[in-house]
């Protein structure tokens, strides 16, 4: 039989306070660490949903096959954009437009802009001349 006395109830209440701050001190990192967890889980779902809606952009191999099968398209009119047109054509593409209007007028519109435009978004996007669809 084990009697208690005096010192020894010290000695447990010292060991049970030590082991009741560790106890403490790991559940309160464990805490952190599962909200780190969650956060960066959130992060990651969030980016796989940022990258599935790119991907239901246009993309550079479907330009014919939209043409073939007579489905529905926007195309951006490259018209009265002057000295920006390189700029606006780049930004259009890279934002997914792969069909761009050109109509060869050349009091209207900017071949040139056009093409450097077009060159710059397919070097940025690693998109290729099958990649456009020039409509004249």
Known sequence: MVRINRTSHRQFEANYTKSHSFVKRHLFLLSV????????????????????????MV?????????????????YGTAWKEGETARLVQQAVTSGFRFIDTACQPTHYNE???????KAAAAELGLDRSGACRCQ
């Open 33 to 56: 660490i599962s909200f780190i967890g969650l956060i960066c889980t959130v992060y990651l779902v969030l980016l796989n949903w940022e990258v599935k809606a790119h991907s239901n």
């Open 59 to 75: 993309s550079s191999r479907s330009v014919s096959k939209l043409v073939e099968l007579g489905k529905p398209f926007l195309m």
């Open 112 to 118: 040139a802009g056009v093409g450097a435009g077009w």
